[in-house]
């Protein structure tokens, strides 16, 4: 049955019924599916990983072209259709092979997780035809398709479009696209361009197929029989009503369950079963769908039905198609199948029964924290038919019923946890316990199941004495023990445990492999771990996986096992050729990286029908906090290989609150409920005996536990007129009398009862303190206008409760008196200490005394310390001092209990406990309390009269309550003492919390119950601790060996310290290294990870070391330092001398800071504690730079990298006032990267020099570097035109010529080739990408300010301000020794430079459209500093992808005007232009770089011809400096050909090996100096493709810009620009003479039933779209057509790049022509001529004039196998009309059939074509048609056949050619039988009256 229409769970999207506010509900619909001959495999992405926080996002879509669309003459316009968003093409006409070759932009702002559910529709239409008939055909499929792509982007992807209502009538055309999702951070990659003379060919091979042309119907049969466990739903409020009315007896089930089934858009649902918990349905749900379906979940909802309001939802659960089927292309895969298992459903608590802020859970949003029910489902799926609409919903057959009975089979389990430690426990208004459940069993609020031991004991935390609670459960520890049943699932846990195993030790090795490998260890180090690991896996994935079981196994279960088996197996032989074969370590890291990804695709088990371990904490009543562990990782075997991970181990837990995902909140909840320690072991009943809690090392107890209750009344205690039973349980709910207890079989007592307090409510308020302070109130009493007597005193403490006097308190035992009483000035008091009041019950004190005051009070205070020998006595006394009477006081039964009695406390309880053994271990413990052996009922209670019915449904109820469980302990004798020393040294990265930018950091380290806390650092964020905490005598029960095996963590959080109240900053967990005794090994330190919200938060450096502190002597305690423990030498790094040399070249960019500029900045340096600071700037705005640009400090550094302290920058204004705020900050995190070694730099040079052979040379470091003038100018080039043109060259190449060539068009750039001449290099990306940044000399550090949260992204955006600089980090000698040469020496001068900056602009791609037709009107703008040039004259019309060609030149000022913008700007003629995008150029770095990135050098050093030097500088020149710059000695030569730079020696005949020189090259020597500096790494002459971004999504590209910039200084000789000014386009005409056509098809039938076509001719150029036409031939009775009839087609063509260019409006009320280029191509149509209805289209030639079939002599050798694309395939020879000028002959014409038709010939024409330039068509003149000028030649009229006519408008011609000639015989045949006829008639007409005269006369 179909889902109703009015459930508001369902709402409609795009025709189909998606989920409400569930993400990862969304089905995609059928279209969604593609396959075919790129179909790959299922992809691997789990999208329910992506991200699902909104961003911009950009779709772009390129339409490039169409090939063999249905149709003929048709006007193809292609629309797309993302998401909501639509946009189409231009319409190209009269053609089904349309050329587009647009680019269509779609933004979103969503989640990368809801942008792949997004459709995507690509439809063609014909727009001659009306809308509703004008789809030629579609192709459908989601984002989805594309993101997981490589890249997320389609690349020339030809996509085969049909009909999407008949996808069975074939394919409909096909459309070339390239499609790419651009997000934060992507770079925007151009597809290449379409090429127009690609083979067909290529579409078969890379084409996309709708899954609808070859889809299979098939049917998803989900076969639900049953579920259990079902939780309450409605209240119970109209039940009690119906009892009351007596409608009703007994109690029902409150919920009416029914499944709802959704599964690619289609929802079905089984029918209610009302009042039940355990539904059976026993129904077949199908839905049909077609194959492969896309869809990767199946969703199962369980519903519960509401007669008032919607129907609520119970829980939902998500079958993962992916994880019940494969398409393993290796194997042969297998269809989703799954089951009969049972799924388990979680979601909100079970008591949770109106809707609260957790109810999405119940939808599946996020993790679900409760069991909420299991049901029974079977899905197998049959492919060849759907199912009709009668077998939608059906009963199962009792065949399989009875089938599925096995699978059903129940075993008993048993769970046992116990509690260790619980620690990190937050202030909590009442006692603390925990429940432990599976399932249902264990819930303690659960009515439908036996009651358990599930739970431990309320407990009241106490206070640790730094920070956080605990629980005092001491040698006694909770525990539980849980039976559950379930079905036998062992052997699917074990085969996932053993794949699990491998996976966690892999993981583990390659961890350490990691971290030798950051940590710069040796390799062979490196290698033999890596070795290691390697050999256990081999080790690993040689076991075998265990049988399956021969019954009661699925069809899932058979697969899996064959998957699992079969992947091991090829991981095991791709291991073993790692092992032999693996050469490179980084190689290898990341194979086995794949390893762990493959082996954890087959590490999912979705049959594992037992419920996960939940961990509740419970406050009072109240579910807080809790924690779900998969059952497999706790499940034991007998195997050790194939348990789980956690079973049979200690390991700690953190609770967490139950939340929705992405809900709002206004701070992220980073406080943790709890911290438990735990041991929990689960396994079948069998395996349990004496297995379970071994490893503990401690013994059961079991007692039976009562309480004995007692209430004041008249200062008398008493059992009288009490709320509940004397003798209860703890919540007073149930009376337990010690007569009604009865062992239960299997047990016995083993003792009396006997008192048990809990020992929680013994700890005082000093309870974890070092020290307290003692305190008590002095209280006087005074009547009205008397005075304050000094006689009546007494004694409260800060309540009102009356207290002892001062001299009566005395000190405990522990404890230690420091000083004497004495009264507390520090507060609003008078001088003698006193506090006023009119009623001391009242309150309201002041420090004023007025007349009306009737009370006084002073506070005396007195501190004590602890004293530390004493614990245990002060241990001893508490516990003496609650077993005296053990009674608990309280004011009400409802609330909290404490130990000492106090006034206003009116109840009192004590706990009685007695003892229980076990004869029988599988005994269950529960008693079965009698209620008729209680005689001590409540008096009130007994006095109410109560209704039958009502009391027998109390009875009942107290029934079910009689079944009680006993508590369980885990008991120990004695604990072990430990210490645990805490090495915490520093911090990176940490986050500013102050408005500063800084934080004022502390850390607080958490170890079992203690915490300490480390000194607070003021403002920084790398604080540098080296402190040591120690926790004395922690203590810790059990066997020490498994503590060892088994560490507690240890937490350390970081705050920032504030006057009131700490931020937190982030949260690390480590392992301290356990060391019983004997070991020696010091601990390292290692970098932890610091989280905050599960986000990166930076790294804590530390080790913690945990010492079994019993008699052992311990390591002699750290040194001390301002009574701090500093961290130990041993462990602490070892230090060295390190030189740090800086450079402080200036600042950039500055913003303004507390609304005022920051014009005079300081930078400080900061490292190891060391600071460095320089002078401040005078004034940044005149010149940024610092006067000293090079400084130095020493500092003691570690010599290991790993634990090198940050390098800190920070930016201080010096403002009036001596006011320094800090502006910005920026922290290095490594210094690897600056690391020098100077003295190897010097020895190495020196090594080279005398191996190469010039060790005896003599050079100077001071050295003259400048030539002679006459030398300079004989070399330098001599100054030409602007134009870069030179004699010979100025027709065959230019500068485009070298652009073509160098962008890898072999057409365009061939005669550029052939010529010999050198490319540049075209870069794809920033030239900074390719040249470390330009940073050799100078890196701009990005400086940040205010506070950073985790859910701000590290945008340069939001930087203040950059510091420009470096820094070189070298060791010093440690024997004093003279330090090495200064490295930052020869660096330039920092003052100003002025410069002249030439930019040129080549082209732009892929624009950003700005206006509503999708287009832009691009032009040019740049800034450079106070310079602003705009080109918006020469605007570029309608265009995404021009081409400027525009060169500028600017002045500038470096630094003060070092950026340099370009921005492309959108021509509005009305409104503003809009920003396109723009493209920042730092224009001093690339000035200071060593790698010159001023003038790119070309490969050849030409002194002529259009591509002569163009530098400032000449190549000697500039090698010179270059090693000048680089503390380099000087270039030494040998003649003119040979040179020694930099350790190399390079000779002229190595680079010029064909021995022959050009004749415009310059001399050798400045070739051989041009090749050196090619080599030595510096900026070669280039293009750079750099991408545009807008500020307002400055994360998304809005294009690419193709440029190059020059930059010269002014004091240097400036050389002339180069011209890059586009081709112009040459004037050609194109005549075309047709002269005759034949064989053309007859497609009207005359009157007389004649074949005939009335033909004519029409003839344009694809583009220009101005059509002519011949005169008709009339009356072809043969085919034949005559019409000597000439075409002009004037034009406007380049020839380099063989396009012909158009300009033209795009409509009628455009203003602007837009440019485009086109493919000379010549189409030519035949065309039957018809009066009355619309001319019949014939057939069409189209022809490339660069590229055309050559034409045939005669006709009767014209065939469609002349075609270039002929489908035999069979080669035709080809010509250029532009190379033969004129050509003549014969070629076919054809109609095409569709895609899967051939194409027909339906005639031949005869033409002549001729291409003439402007100069030609002017000297040789024609008309078109026949018309004067007739020359050129002269064409006479057509010799057509008589019967060429009108007939209509010759009538005569009509009678002689139409009737005479086909109806001569019937005219004359017709007029001879007239002519008879008249006779006969004649003849009687007249013979009646002959005959009378004749008889008359004869009368």
């Excluded at 309870?767 to 009547?783: C, K, M, Y």
């Excluded at 030179?1286 to 052939?1314: A, T």
């Excluded at 002194?1503 to 270059?1522: C, F, N, S, T, V």
């Amino acid at each position: 049955m179909d889902i109703d229409d009015d459930n508001e769970d369902i709402v409609e999207v795009s025709g189909e019924p998606l989920p409400r506010n569930i993400e990862s509900e969304k089905v995609k619909s059928d279209h969604t599916q593609y396959d075919g001959a790129i179909a790959a495999p299922r992809s691997t992405m789990d999208r329910s990983k992506l991200s699902t926080k909104k961003q911009d996002f950009q779709v772009r879509v390129n339409i490039h072209e169409g090939r063999k669309l249905m149709g003929g003459n048709i006007h193809p316009v292609c629309n797309v259709h993302v998401g909501k968003q639509s946009k189409h093409t231009r319409v190209q006409k009269s053609t089904n092979k349309p050329l587009w070759d647009e680019v269509l932009f779609f933004d979103f702002n969503c989640s990368a997780l809801d942008l792949c559910d997004e459709p995507v529709t690509i439809e063609v239409l014909n727009s001659r035809k009306i809308r509703s008939d004008s789809l030629i055909g579609a192709f459908k499929f989601d984002l989805g398709l594309v993101y997981e792509s490589t890249d997320h982007q389609f690349i020339h992807k030809w996509v085969l479009l049909t009909d999407p209502e008949d996808k069975e009538s074939g394919a409909k055309g096909y459309v070339k696209i390239s499609i790419s999702i651009l997000g934060p951070g992507d770079k925007l990659k151009i597809p290449p361009k379409s090429s127009s003379t690609d083979d067909l060919v290529d579409i078969e091979s890379n084409l996309l197929r709708p899954a609808g042309v070859q889809l299979q119907p098939a049917t998803y049969t989900v076969k639900i029989y049953k579920a259990e466990d079902v939780p309450k739903m409605d209240t119970d409020y109209f039940e009690g009503m119906k009892r009351v009315l007596r409608m009703q007896h007994g109690d029902h089930d409150l919920v009416d369950p029914y499944m709802i089934v959704s599964f690619a858009g289609k929802k079905l649902k089984t029918k209610v079963m009302y009042k039940t918990y355990t539904p059976e349905w026993d129904q077949e749900l199908n839905i049909g769908v077609q194959m492969p379906s896309m869809c990767e979940q199946l969703m199962l909802r369980l519903m519960d039905k509401d007669h008032f309001n919607r129907d609520d939802i119970i829980a939902t659960h998500f079958l993962q198609l992916t994880r019940l089927s494969s398409a393993d292309p290796d194997d042969e895969g297998f269809l989703p199948t799954f089951g009969p298992a049972y799924v388990n459903f979680y979601g909100s608590p079970r008591e949770s029964i109106v809707d609260d802020e957790l109810e999405p859970l119940n939808r599946g949003c996020g993790e679900g924290c409760s069991f909420r029910g299991r049901a029974l489902v079977e899905l197998t799926v049959s492919i060849g038919q759907e199912p009709s609409k009668d077998e939608l919903v059906r009963d199962i057959d009792s065949e399989d019923l009875l089938r599925v009975q096995p699978f059903q089979r129940r075993r008993r389990y048993r769970l046992f946890v116990g509690f260790l430690e619980g620690t990190m426990i937050h202030p909590v208004d009442a006692p603390v316990e925990f429940e432990i459940s599976i399932g249902e069993y264990g819930n303690k609020f659960a009515s439908t199941t036996l009651p358990a031991p599930s739970t431990t004991q309320p407990t009241n935390p106490v206070y640790d004495g730094s920070h956080y609670y605990y629980l005092p459960w001491g040698q006694t520890k909770p525990c539980v023990m849980l039976n559950s049943q379930w079905e036998d699932v062992m052997f699917r846990i074990e085969s996932l445990n053993l794949i699990c195993r491998t996976i966690d030790r892999l993981e583990g090795h390659l961890k350490d492999v990691k971290y030798l490998m950051r940590a710069k260890a040796p390799l062979a180090e490196s290698a033999g771990k890596l070795i290691k690991l390697l050999d256990e896996l081999i080790i690993d994935l040689n076991q075998p996986l265990l049988d399956l079981p021969q019954k009661n196994i699925t069809e899932l279960d058979k697969k899996m096992f064959a998957l699992r088996d079969d992947e091991m197996k090829r991981l095991l032989i791709e291991a073993v050729n790692l092992r032999e074969n693996a050469r490179d370590i980084d190689q290898a890291v990341n194979e086995i990286d794949t390893y762990i990804y493959r082996l954890q695709q087959i590490a999912t088990e979705p049959q594992n029908s037992i419920p996960d371990v939940i961990i509740w904490m419970l406050c009072g009543n109240r579910r807080v906090a809790y924690h779900r562990i998969p059952s497999h990782q706790v499940m034991f075997s007998p195997k050790q290989d194939r348990c789980g991970k956690l079973c049979g181990h200690v390991f700690s837990v953190f609770l967490k609150r139950p939340s929705v995902p992405d809900k709002s909140n206004a701070k992220r909840q980073w406080k943790l409920p709890a911290k438990l320690q735990v041991f929990v072991w689960m396994g079948l009943e069998d395996h349990a005996k004496g297995i379970q809690h071994k490893p503990l090392d401690g013994e059961i107890s079991v007692f039976a536990e009562t309480y004995e209750n007692q209430i004041s009344l008249l200062s008398k205690w008493t059992t009288r007129a009490m709320p509940r039973p004397k003798w209860s349980d703890i919540t007073g709910q149930l009376k337990l009398p010690k007569e009604s207890f009865t062992t239960p079989p299997g047990w016995r007592w083993a003792g009396d009862w006997f008192i048990n307090p809990n020992l929680s409510l013994s700890y005082d308020l000093d309870s974890g303190l070092s020290s307290f302070q003692d305190d008590v109130f002095e209280n006087q009493l005074r009547t009205p206008g008397s005075d304050w007597p000094t006689s009546k005193l007494f004694w409260t403490d800060v309540t009102g409760e009356e207290a002892q006097s001062k001299e009566e308190i005395m000190c405990p035992i522990g404890w230690e008196w420091t000083d004497i009483w004495t009264v507390d000035l520090n507060r609003a008091v008078d001088e003698e200490g006193y506090e006023y009041c009119l009623d001391q019950s009242v309150g309201g004190f002041v420090p004023v005394e007025k007349t009306y005051h009737l009370c006084r009070r002073r506070r005396w205070v007195r501190t004590r310390k602890r004293n530390p020998d004493s614990k245990q006595q002060a241990a001893h006394q508490r516990m003496m001092k609650a077993a005296e009477e053990g009674w608990e006081y309280s004011r009400l039964f409802t609330t909290k209990f404490h130990l000492k009695q106090r006034t206003m406390d009116m109840v009192r309880r004590r706990r009685w406990h007695r003892k229980m053994v076990a004869d029988n271990p599988d005994a269950d413990a529960i008693f079965i309390i009698d209620p008729t052996s209680d005689t001590h009922e409540n008096p009130v209670s007994s006095r109410s009269p109560v209704r039958k019915q009502d009391q027998r449904a109390d009875e009942e109820k107290q029934t079910q309550r009689t079944m009680i469980t006993p508590t369980f302990f885990l008991t120990y004798k004695e604990p072990h003492t430990y210490q645990l020393r805490a090495y915490i040294y520093q911090a990176r990265d940490l986050f500013s919390a102050d408005p500063s930018g800084l934080s004022d950091p502390y850390a607080r380290v958490v170890f079992s119950r203690q915490s300490q806390r480390t000194k607070v650092l003021n403002e920084t964020l790398c604080p540098t601790w080296d402190q040591t905490l120690v926790f004395e005598e922690v203590e810790f029960y059990g066997n020490p060996s498994m503590l060892a095996e088994s560490p507690p963590i240890v937490v350390v959080e970081l705050f920032d310290y504030d006057t009131v109240g700490s931020d937190f900053l982030g949260r690390a967990i480590a392992t301290p290294i356990v060391k019983l005794g004997g070991e020696h090994q010091m601990a390292k330190l290692n970098w932890h990870p610091i989280t905050r919200g599960g986000e990166p938060a930076g790294e804590l450096l530390g080790a913690f070391e945990l010492y079994l502190n019993e008699g052992a002597e311990l390591p002699f305690m750290p040194p001390t330092r301002q009574d701090v423990y500093q961290v130990p030498s041993g462990i602490r790094p070892v230090m060295q001398l390190t030189r740090i040399e800086v450079l402080t070249w200036g600042v950039r960019h500055m913003k303004k800071f507390q609304l005022a500029a920051v014009n005079s900045p300081s930078i400080e340096i900061e490292c190891g504690g060391v600071v460095l600071s320089t002078i401040k700037i005078k004034n940044a705005k005149k010149n940024p730079n610092f006067e000293t640009s090079s400084m130095l400090f020493d500092v003691f550094l570690p010599v290991e990298e790993l634990y090198t302290p940050p390098l800190n920058i920070r930016l201080l204004d010096h403002r009036s006032f001596g006011v320094k705020p800090l502006v910005g900050t920026h922290m290095i995190k490594s210094l690897q990267e600056y690391r020098r070694d100077p003295v190897a730099m010097v020895q190495t040079i020196r090594e080279k020099m005398l191996e190469s052979g010039f060790g005896d040379t003599d050079y100077s470091l001071d050295m003259d570097f400048a030539e002679p003038q006459e030398a300079q100018a004989q070399h330098q080039p001599q100054n030409t035109s602007s134009s870069g043109e030179d004699g010979e060259f100025k027709e065959d190449v230019d500068w485009w010529s070298k652009y073509y060539s160098s962008c890898g068009n072999e057409q365009l750039g061939r005669v550029y080739r052939e010529k010999g001449y050198e490319n540049m290099v075209v870069f794809e990306e920033e030239l900074e990408n390719y040249f470390d940044m330009f940073t050799d000399l100078a890196q701009s550090f990005p400086l940040f300010h205010g506070k950073r949260h985790e859910d701000e992204d590290l945008d340069e955006d939001k930087a203040v301000g950059y510091f420009k600089g470096t820094f070189r980090v070298y060791p010093l000698p440690a024997d004093g020794s003279d330090p090495p040469p200064r490295m930052l020496k020869n660096v330039p001068c920092n003052q100003l430079v002025e410069v002249l900056v030439r930019v040129y602009i080549v082209k732009a791609f892929e624009l950003q459209p700005q206006d509503p037709n999708g287009l832009s009107d691009p032009y040019l703008a740049l800034k450079l500093g106070r310079f602003k040039v705009k080109d918006r004259e020469n605007y570029v019309p309608k265009n995404l992808s021009p081409t400027f060609g525009k060169m500028f030149e600017l002045d500038g000022t470096l630094p003060l005007e070092s950026e340099l913008r370009v921005q492309i700007f959108d021509y509005d003629l009305l409104s503003g232009d809009d920003l396109i995008g723009e493209t920042k150029i730092d224009l001093e770095n690339r000035f200071l770089s060593a790698r010159r990135g001023v003038c790119g050098l070309p490969k050849r050093y030409y002194i002529a011809g259009p591509y002569k030097w163009r530098d400032a500088e000449l190549p000697r020149q500039i090698l010179e400096k270059w090693c000048a710059t680089q503390a380099l000695p000087p270039p030494v030569w040998r003649g003119n050909s040979q040179v020694y730079v930099n350790g190399k020696t390079c000779c002229l005949r190595d680079y010029e090996t064909r021995g022959q020189v050009h004749k415009d090259w310059g001399p050798p020597e400045e070739r051989l100096a041009l090749y050196t500096l090619l080599d030595l790494g510096l900026v070669p002459e280039h293009i750079e493709t750099r991408t545009l971004y807008n500020p307002l999504r400055p994360e998304i590209p809005q294009g690419k810009i193709q440029m190059f910039v020059d930059i010269f200084p002014k004091t240097a000789t400036i050389p002339p620009p180069i011209n890059i000014t586009p081709r112009a386009p040459q004037d050609l005409e194109l005549r075309v003479i047709v002269y005759n056509v034949q064989d053309v098809v007859l497609s009207d039938t005359s009157f007389t039933g004649e074949k005939m076509s009335d033909i004519y001719v029409k003839g344009w150029l694809k583009g220009q779209d101005k059509k002519q036409k011949t005169d008709v031939h009339y009356r072809s009775l043969n085919g034949e057509g005559n019409f000597n009839w000439r075409f002009i087609f004037p034009f406007k063509y380049l020839p380099a790049e063989e396009v012909m260019v158009i300009k033209k409006k795009e409509h009628f009320f455009s203003i602007d022509k837009h440019e485009e280029k086109h493919p000379v191509t010549f189409a030519v149509q035949i065309w039957d001529n018809d009066i009355f209805t619309p001319d019949d289209f014939l057939g069409l030639l189209e022809l490339n004039l660069n590229f055309m079939p050559k034409a045939n002599k005669f006709a009767k050798s014209v065939s469609l196998d002349d075609l270039p694309d002929n489908e035999k395939g069979k080669p035709v020879p080809m010509v250029s009309l532009f190379d033969q000028k004129n050509v003549k002959g014969w070629w076919p014409c054809y109609e095409e059939g569709g895609p899967d038709q051939p194409r027909e010939l339906t005639g031949k024409i005869e033409m002549e074509l001729e291409i003439l330039s402007k100069e030609d068509s002017e000297a040789k003149p024609a008309g078109k048609g026949q018309e004067e000028p007739n020359e050129n030649p002269h064409l006479d009229p057509p010799n057509r056949p008589a019967t060429s006519f009108l007939w209509f408008t010759s009538p005569w011609k009509s009678l002689r050619y139409i009737i005479w000639n086909n109806y001569k015989w019937y005219i004359i045949g017709g007029l001879i039988l007239i002519l008879i006829i008249a006779m006969i008639g004649l003849f009687i007409y007249s013979a009646p009256g002959a005959l009378s005269e004749k008889l008359i006369a004869k009368i």
